[in-house]
Every structure is written in structure tokens, then in C-alpha cells.
């Protein structure tokens, strides 16, 4: 299913006004084993990162 070009513009426009980014810098080699430990519990990787990230602050 192709979304509209309003649809991304919106999508956009909450997502500026919702979301906030943060960049990790990790040792070469470990994308693999991250992409993989998400997919054996069948998340996204983003998702995966922040479900680590609320675990450990006590968020969940």
C-alpha cells in the first residue's frame, strides 16, 4: 500500500512535535548480533532498544 504525500507530511509533522532522536556509537561487529537478538524476539530494532532503554530506567 503506497502512502499519500500528505500522509507523510503528517506523519512527519507529529513526529517533530512527539519524537526525539538520540545517535549510539558502538564497537564495529555488533549490528549484526543486535539485528539478530531483535528479530528472535521478533521486534524491530528500534523498538527493541527502547524496550532496554525503559527496562532499565523502571519505565515498563
Do not use: F, H
Not at 549490528?31 to 524476539?41: F, K, S, V
Amino acid at each position: 500500500m503506497t502512502v499519500s504525500e500528505s500522509k507523510k507530511k503528517s506523519n512527519a509533522a507529529w513526529d517533530k512535535a512527539n519524537m526525539e532522536r538520540i545517535t549510539i556509537k558502538y564497537r564495529k561487529g555488533m549490528t549484526d548480533r543486535i539485528r539478530e537478538r531483535a528479530a528472535e524476539l521478533d521486534k524491530p530494532v528500534n523498538r527493541y532498544i527502547v524496550d532496554l532503554i525503559k527496562n532499565d530506567l523502571g519505565d515498563e
